[in-house]
């Protein structure tokens, strides 16, 4: 006889945070029975049959300024959640990421007797330190997807962290060979290729595409064996790239193939971000590069407490690829640099230097270990049986 099983409430505000949440879901279902989902939901947490209690398609943002901007609203979207959870009192709460959201929330839930999984750890390590007592007072169990992260958070005194593993590495697969990737964008395979992923916010593109692709022109003037493609994120980003290319002739647009692109390159520029992250998963030898306003560089520099800002520098816990940031990033820097990416030796050592860094990703599938994580939480409560 199936008897019904424990309820699970899970919120996230974000595309990313709903694929996770869905993928959560299809594992836990598979592996106990009777199992009900309500929350914040996405087209992803729908398919997988989560009931949903809001649309997070609609208030999804992202960034401290449209957080402030939205603040009413999520106030109101919070006071909401915190009632429906105190009605309900699903046996335990998932927040995925979302941290500017569901930090808040953790809080409150947690002072009404909720317990709390949070997965995805706010990037504390980097900055907003302040916001680990948050986290050691109101969750109970916070799932990593960064190896390092275990170990930081033991140094602050929290234990109950567990590495999943990162679900990137699952999803960073290649699905055409180099030469099949030349011949549908129309590249020559007697050249080497250049990826510039300048970012996927209107202003990382502004500032950051025109320089990548300064430095570019000079090692095509430089080699003439050298052509350029440049990853658009979505069709937005398309169009904010298209109004920048005919300054730089003979670049080719790829929009929404950014694994295959790197997969392809011989080299890449890489605004910092999780794209740092798919490039040293397919092995694509690349510099880091990130600008802000000088303002606002002035304002966060002083609270970024990593000694990396690339992702996959951090992952390794050494300085693998060259990050070139604010004004250390010009053209003439980057040519360079990309310049001695190009050769065959620089090339292969940074292309095994990934390959071991990336090994601490764990390879494993992060999704399984996620759901085997929850229910293990569950278990030692005894609120999660095998019933069948």
């Not at 998932?94 to 409150?108: G, S, Y």
């Not at 670049?251 to 992250?277: F, K, P, Y």
């Not at 951090?314 to 360079?336: D, H, I, K, W, Y």
């Amino acid at each position: 006889m199936i008897k019904e099983g424990p309820e699970i409430m899970i919120v996230t505000g974000e595309t990313s945070g709903d694929r996770l949440g869905a993928e959560l879901v299809e594992e836990l279902k598979s592996k106990r029975t009777g199992m009900l989902f309500f929350g914040t939901t996405g087209p992803a947490m729908r398919s997988a049959g989560v009931e949903s209690v809001f649309d997070s398609d609609a208030w999804s943002v992202v960034g401290i300024g449209a957080v402030a901007r939205s603040l009413p609203r999520f106030l109101k979207i919070l006071s909401r959640l915190r009632d429906i959870a105190d009605q309900r009192r699903p046996t335990v709460i998932v927040l995925i990421d979302f941290p500017e959201f569901n930090l808040k929330l953790a809080t409150k839930l947690k002072k009404d007797g909720h317990r709390v999984i949070y997965y995805v750890s706010p990037q504390v390590w980097a900055w907003r330190k302040y916001r680990v007592g948050t986290i050691r007072k109101n969750v109970d169990l916070l799932l990593s997807i960064l190896p390092f992260e275990k170990g930081w958070y033991a140094e602050q005194g929290i234990e109950h962290v567990e590495f999943v593993g990162n679900p990137i590495v699952a999803r960073t697969k290649p699905t055409r060979s180099k030469k099949e990737f030349f011949e549908a964008y129309g590249l020559d395979s007697g050249k080497q290729l250049i990826a510039l992923l300048p970012g996927s916010r209107r202003k990382e593109i502004a500032r950051h595409l025109p320089l990548m692709m300064e430095a570019a022109n000079v090692l095509k003037t430089e080699y003439r064996t050298i052509q350029v493609a440049v990853a658009a994120a979505n069709s937005q980003a398309s169009a904010d790239i298209e109004k920048l290319l005919p300054r730089f002739p003979g670049s080719v647009l790829v929009e929404g193939d950014a694994v295959n692109l790197l997969n392809a390159a011989d080299a890449a520029a890489i605004s910092s971000g999780t794209a740092t992250l798919e490039a040293g998963i397919v092995g694509a030898p690349m510099v880091v590069v990130y600008k802000l306003p000088r303002l606002d560089y002035a304002l966060f520099r002083p609270v970024i407490k990593t000694p990396h800002i690339a992702l996959i520098n951090l992952v390794a816990g050494r300085r693998v690829v060259t990050e070139l940031v604010q004004n250390e990033f010009t053209p003439e820097r980057l040519s360079r640099e990309l310049k001695n990416l190009l050769e065959p030796t620089e090339n292969a050592r940074m292309r095994g230097e990934l390959e071991q860094a990336v090994r601490k990703l764990n390879a494993d599938d992060s999704k399984v270990n996620a759901a085997e994580a929850v229910i293990r939480f569950l278990d030692r409560s005894g609120s999660c049986e095998n019933q069948s």
